[in-house]
């Protein structure tokens, strides 16, 4: 087997030790790893602290920013409405354009209330029987949306049967020291 | 040079050295799991109290401040373009101003947040101690039609904070804010 040049220091990682050889003369270069396994045992204990067992039950939109808050209480996978200045979305489908007409009158907007309630007579046809937690309801807003457009969206769930909304938010950590 | 205790080293013995290998391949294996698994950014919800809607002449919207006054006890955060203020059973008092800040080369509407989040704790404080016998947890955001999202959620999420956990959320025309804050007193 020929040396290889001096060129190619091999790395024998593999062979249980980490000392790489050198052609020619018999000088021995040890790789220390043992910062390297400072940097993973960091990285390792950050990324335990963000684990989570949960998942991600909320897939945000890239067409919306969530505002933020401190609240605590975690989110449940429900029927997700998305809301920003151009769309309404309900589970994926765009069911109204925003118009200025949208924010200008009435109360409830009838096609999202047509298509909420035919989703919980879905949901009432497959399970049987609804309780109060299938007429629960995640609401998505983009933090530019004005009032009147939460508004009439909340006012359409209403109508819809969705008594519960939640409004979906990025959890803020709280400053240090406690501050409120 | 201070002789080992031990008495195991000896001149010309080699040091012992703990192989690292085996630890950096199990590295090597969980890291990539952790990075799929880690959630940078948590969503979580603010569970809303049932709101109630206007009507386009803002009719509505005055009916539903006369029956949100009916309820006297409940604090009010109402937002309008220009200031903050708290109505409670005594009335109404200025909070804060709004401030005009840039973002993203879009002049919006904020306001200085910790004004709210004194005058509304000391609002729960005060409210407790008058009527010990009511836990007060109800709160409602009055905003007029074109107030941001993000404010909305600012200030619900300082009510939260303060004590009053079930916000809801009632939108009326300006004129209709307006003419509840004349009423409302000081």
Same mark, same amino acid.
């Given at each position: 087997m020929s040396m #290889?040049?001096?060129?190619? !220091?091999? =790395?024998?990682?593999g062979s249980g030790k980490s000392v790489a050889v050198s052609h020619g003369k018999d000088k021995k270069v040890t790789l220390s790893l043992t910062s390297m396994i400072d940097m +993973?045992? &960091? =990285? =390792? !204990? +950050? =990324?335990l602290k963000s684990y989570s067992t949960d998942g991600q039950l909320v897939t945000v939109s890239d067409q919306l920013i969530l505002p933020k808050a401190r609240v605590e209480k975690k989110v449940e996978l429900k029927l997700d409405i998305q809301v920003n200045n151009s769309f &309404? !979305? !309900? /589970?994926? /489908? #765009?069911i109204v354009a925003v118009t200025d007409d949208l924010l200008n009158s009435g109360n409830s907007i009838p096609e999202l209330v047509t298509r909420l309630r035919d989703h919980m007579e879905?949901?009432?046809l497959t399970r049987g029987t609804l309780n109060e937690e299938d007429t629960k309801i995640n609401i998505q807003g983009d933090v530019g949306i004005p009032a009147i457009l939460l508004q009439r969206v909340m006012a359409s769930c209403s109508e819809a049967g969705y008594v519960g909304q939640n409004l979906a938010v990025i959890k803020e950590e709280p400053a240090e020291g406690g501050e409120v | 040079? @201070?002789? $080992?205790? %031990?008495g195991r080293s000896r001149t010309g013995k080699h040091l012992e050295e703990i192989d690292l290998l085996p630890i950096m391949n199990l590295f090597c294996c969980i890291i990539p799991f952790l990075l799929m698994s880690a959630s940078f950014l948590e969503v979580v919800v603010i569970e809303m109290a049932q709101t109630e809607g206007i009507s386009? %002449?803002? $009719?509505? $919207?005055? $009916?539903?401040l006369m029956r949100s006054e009916e309820d006297r006890l409940q604090p009010k955060i109402i937002i309008t373009d220009e200031e903050l203020f708290i109505g409670t059973v005594s009335g109404s008092a200025h909070v804060c101003y709004a401030l005009e800040t840039e973002l993203n080369g879009e002049m919006i509407i904020t306001f200085p947040w910790d004004s709210l989040t004194v005058a509304i704790t000391e609002v729960h404080d005060i409210l407790t101690e008058a009527y010990p016998q009511i836990e007060f947890h109800k709160i409602t955001i009055l905003t007029v039609e074109e107030t941001r999202y993000d404010n909305i959620i600012q200030a619900i999420?300082? @009510?939260?904070a303060a004590g009053f956990d079930q916000p809801g959320l009632q939108v009326a025309p300006t004129a209709s804010v307006t003419s509840a804050m004349r009423g409302g007193g000081n």
């Amino acid at each position: 087997m020929s040396m #290889p040049s001096k060129r190619h !220091v091999p =790395l024998l990682l593999g062979s249980g030790k980490s000392v790489a050889v050198s052609h020619g003369k018999d000088k021995k270069v040890t790789l220390s790893l043992t910062s390297m396994i400072d940097m +993973f045992t &960091i =990285l =390792l !204990v +950050f =990324l335990l602290k963000s684990y989570s067992t949960d998942g991600q039950l909320v897939t945000v939109s890239d067409q919306l920013i969530l505002p933020k808050a401190r609240v605590e209480k975690k989110v449940e996978l429900k029927l997700d409405i998305q809301v920003n200045n151009s769309f &309404i !979305v !309900v /589970d994926g /489908d #765009p069911i109204v354009a925003v118009t200025d007409d949208l924010l200008n009158s009435g109360n409830s907007i009838p096609e999202l209330v047509t298509r909420l309630r035919d989703h919980m007579e879905y949901s009432r046809l497959t399970r049987g029987t609804l309780n109060e937690e299938d007429t629960k309801i995640n609401i998505q807003g983009d933090v530019g949306i004005p009032a009147i457009l939460l508004q009439r969206v909340m006012a359409s769930c209403s109508e819809a049967g969705y008594v519960g909304q939640n409004l979906a938010v990025i959890k803020e950590e709280p400053a240090e020291g406690g501050e409120v | 040079m @201070a002789k $080992a205790v %031990s008495g195991r080293s000896r001149t010309g013995k080699h040091l012992e050295e703990i192989d690292l290998l085996p630890i950096m391949n199990l590295f090597c294996c969980i890291i990539p799991f952790l990075l799929m698994s880690a959630s940078f950014l948590e969503v979580v919800v603010i569970e809303m109290a049932q709101t109630e809607g206007i009507s386009t %002449s803002g $009719a509505g $919207a005055t $009916a539903n401040l006369m029956r949100s006054e009916e309820d006297r006890l409940q604090p009010k955060i109402i937002i309008t373009d220009e200031e903050l203020f708290i109505g409670t059973v005594s009335g109404s008092a200025h909070v804060c101003y709004a401030l005009e800040t840039e973002l993203n080369g879009e002049m919006i509407i904020t306001f200085p947040w910790d004004s709210l989040t004194v005058a509304i704790t000391e609002v729960h404080d005060i409210l407790t101690e008058a009527y010990p016998q009511i836990e007060f947890h109800k709160i409602t955001i009055l905003t007029v039609e074109e107030t941001r999202y993000d404010n909305i959620i600012q200030a619900i999420d300082i @009510a939260i904070a303060a004590g009053f956990d079930q916000p809801g959320l009632q939108v009326a025309p300006t004129a209709s804010v307006t003419s509840a804050m004349r009423g409302g007193g000081n």
